[in-house]
T-cell receptor, first 108, second 113 residues
Framework: KNEVEQSPQNLTAQEGEFITINCSYS?????LHWLQQHPGGGIVSLFM???GKKKHGRLIATINIQEKHSSLHITASHPRDSAVYIC??????????FGEGTQLTVNP | DGGITQSPKYLFRKEGQNVTLSCEQN?????MYWYRQDPGQGLRLIYY???????QKGDIAEGYSVSREKKESFPLTVTSAQKNPTAFYLC????????????FGQGTRLTVV
């Protein structure tokens, strides 16, 4: 079993829909990253969270440390949001452990 | 602009040849990392370095080698001992040993034929 599990693996939405991607982890962590990977392959860090909630534009990330769970929300989704969204946690020291990613497709 | 540069973006090699992937950063970061990404799997750590002239094996280091002679550079060599080298390789850096911020390169897609 992976230490980091994401759901769903694939998600298709219509433009304008509210989207939620979930991340659960099984061990104690010091922080959690949400990353975005576009078809070209490059990865961009969206958020780093250790508690609570962060918002940037139409993106909102929340984390519940007690429940070992984080969610990434996208409001008013747009086709340009289509990408792979990856959850990564810092379990010990300097190493990131990654989820398998969620492939999001937003149709116009 | 500060960032991480990986080159080349696409690389083709014949089986049995060693190949070196370049990763350069101008962010003045201490720590650098190499990850491998395969379809349907999360990124897996190959090697990482927290300081110049020092590096540690990650989870899948067999068949790979690295060097860290300069702070800015962390090249990865895929050797002929790597059984299945065709993959997408990502380099990352962070300001210190704890990746409170993570910066990634654009990746190199290696195909061995």
């Amino acid at each position: 079993k992976n230490e980091v599990e994401q759901s769903p693996q694939n998600l298709t939405a219509q433009e304008g829909e509210f989207i939620t991607i979930n991340c659960s982890y099984s061990v104690g962590i010091s922080a959690l990253h949400w990353l975005q990977q576009h078809p070209g392959g490059g990865i961009v860090s969206l958020f780093m969270l250790s508690s609570g909630k962060k918002k940037h534009g139409r993106l909102i990330a929340t984390i519940n440390i007690q429940e070992k769970h984080s969610s990434l929300h996208i409001t008013a989704s747009h086709p340009r949001d289509s990408a792979v969204y990856i959850c990564a946690v810092i379990i010990s020291g300097s190493r990131l452990t990654f989820g398998e990613g969620t492939q999001l497709t937003v149709n116009p | 602009d500060g960032g991480i540069t990986q080159s080349p973006k696409y690389l083709f090699r014949k089986e049995g040849q060693n190949v070196t992937l370049s990763c350069e950063q101008n962010l003045n970061h201490d720590a650098m990392y190499w990850y491998r990404q395969d379809p349907g799997q999360g990124l897996r750590l190959i090697y990482y370095s927290q300081i110049v002239n020092d590096f540690q094996k990650g989870d899948i280091a067999e068949g790979y080698s690295v060097s860290r002679e300069k702070k800015e550079s962390f090249p990865l060599t895929v050797t002929s001992a790597q059984k299945n080298p065709t993959a997408f390789y990502l380099c990352a850096s962070s300001p210190s040993g704890a990746p409170t911020e993570a910066f990634f390169g654009q990746g190199t897609r290696l195909t061995v034929v």
